[in-house]
């Protein structure tokens, strides 16, 4: 649309409504509060020396392996008979081998083994994996690791797992970790006090503001494009992605999600697009909302993947704000794919 047709009548025009409650992604609060610490974190940091541990035991029995992916999810480790129970520092974890891939490992290791011995070797296994995680542990607190022979897997409470991808030879497999709540509360924790302690952010908290896109605007139109019933194009794709601005500033782009009913702001890192204002245009913001974010949380917020979750109830109401001061509401639109507004 030119400048002269930006903002019309909502009158004869095929808009619709912006339905966040259906377009928008859920999810959990739990979910959301681990983004920032322990799903972005490198559990391999605080086992610095876990490789070494199986240096020996690879050779005397003359497999290689070579680790491609350490991945924390939030997701249990599957139950089945390659499965068993850990504990740390009192607390309950669950060691796994994923579907099929217990028979693999035994008939890799001891090709051609019995069953009773293919079960013996998958044991051996997960007792020095147990085993190896204590001793390379170099974390703020020494802790007791041990391995409980004959526990039921399927009792212990898991919020969240290390998931590890490998290759045995040539052979891909797959291992996983599961936490307790205080496993996994700990290594969110250690991973938020990284990020806080490696950022040069300022003390001072920060506006963050949830911008949906900026117009310029002629002066001598501004009146009409704040007057009630005015439905204004604003020339961006209806989608979920928006910029999240700290200050005046651009800083990230995110996505909007739906966390229990409240909007949230995934990050995902990538180049910004900065819209051009022409000069003597007052320049409009339409946004969902502004706040107070300190120093730490925004630190913990520049990781991609990472979610702020509002206060803001998911609608589809937003802001019009000039010289960062609200000057009008409207109701987010869609028109022919692209997200226009409705001034109220």
């Given at each position: 649309m030119n400048e002269r047709?930006?903002?019309?009548?909502?009158?004869?025009?095929?808009?619709?409504?912006?339905?966040?409650?259906r377009s928008l992604r859920r999810v959990h609060p739990s979910d959301a509060g681990f983004s920032r610490g322990f799903l972005?974190?490198?559990?391999?940091?605080?086992?610095?020396?876990?490789?070494?541990?199986?240096?020996?035991?690879?050779?005397?029995?003359?497999?290689?392996?070579?680790?491609?992916?350490?991945?924390?999810?939030?997701?249990?480790?599957?139950?089945?008979?390659?499965?068993?129970v850990g504990t740390v520092a009192g607390e309950?974890?669950?060691?796994?081998?994923?579907g099929e891939h217990a028979d693999?490992?035994?008939?890799?290791?001891?090709?051609?083994?019995?069953?009773?011995?293919?079960?013996?070797?998958?044991?051996?296994?997960?007792?020095?994996?147990v085993a190896s995680l204590g001793l390379s542990w170099s974390g703020p607190e020494a802790t007791t690791v041990t391995f409980s022979r004959g526990a039921d897997v399927s009792s212990v409470p898991v919020v969240g797992s290390i998931r590890v991808s490998y290759t045995l030879n040539t052979?891909?497999?797959?291992?996983?970790?599961?936490?307790?709540?205080?496993?996994?509360?700990?290594?969110?924790?250690?991973?938020r006090r990284q990020v806080q302690l490696?950022?040069?952010?300022?003390?001072?908290?920060?506006?963050?503001?949830?911008?949906v896109a900026q117009l310029g605007v002629p002066p001598q139109?501004?009146?009409?494009?704040?007057?009630k019933g005015t439905v204004i194009d604003l020339e961006v794709k209806a989608s979920e992605s928006i910029t999240i601005k700290v200050?005046?500033?651009?800083?990230?782009?995110?996505?909007?999600?739906?966390?229990?009913?409240?909007?949230?702001?995934?990050?995902?890192?990538?180049?910004?697009?900065?819209?051009?204002?022409?000069?003597?245009?007052?320049?409009?913001?339409?946004?969902?909302?502004?706040?107070?974010?300190?120093?730490?949380?925004?630190?913990?917020?520049?990781q991609g993947g990472a979610i702020l979750t509002t206060s803001l109830p998911v609608s589809g109401m937003v802001n019009l704000i000039i010289n960062q001061e609200k000057v009008a509401e409207a109701r987010l639109c869609v028109y022919e794919g692209r997200f226009a507004i409705e001034v109220q």
């Open positions: 047709d930006t903002a019309t009548s909502g009158e004869g025009h095929d808009v619709q409504f912006w339905e966040p409650h972005r974190c490198r559990p391999e940091k605080w086992f610095p020396g876990f490789a070494a541990h199986w240096l020996p035991v690879l050779h005397a029995l003359g497999v290689e392996a070579k680790i491609s992916e350490i991945r924390p999810v939030l997701a249990s480790p599957p139950v089945s008979d390659g499965a068993f309950q974890m669950v060691v796994a081998m994923e693999s490992l035994s008939d890799e290791v001891v090709p051609g083994a019995g069953a009773q011995a293919a079960n013996i070797v998958l044991e051996y296994c997960m007792r020095r994996l052979l891909p497999l797959t291992l996983w970790v599961g936490l307790g709540p205080r496993l996994a509360e700990t290594l969110d924790g250690l991973w490696l950022s040069k952010t300022t003390a001072a908290p920060s506006m963050v503001r949830l911008e139109m501004l009146s009409e494009y704040l007057t200050g005046t500033k651009p800083w990230m782009p995110a996505r909007l999600v739906d966390v229990g009913g409240k909007l949230g702001c995934e990050m995902t890192p990538g180049a910004l697009t900065v819209p051009q204002i022409a000069e003597g245009a007052t320049q409009l913001s339409v946004e969902f909302g502004s706040f107070e974010v300190e120093a730490s949380e925004l630190a913990e917020l520049s």
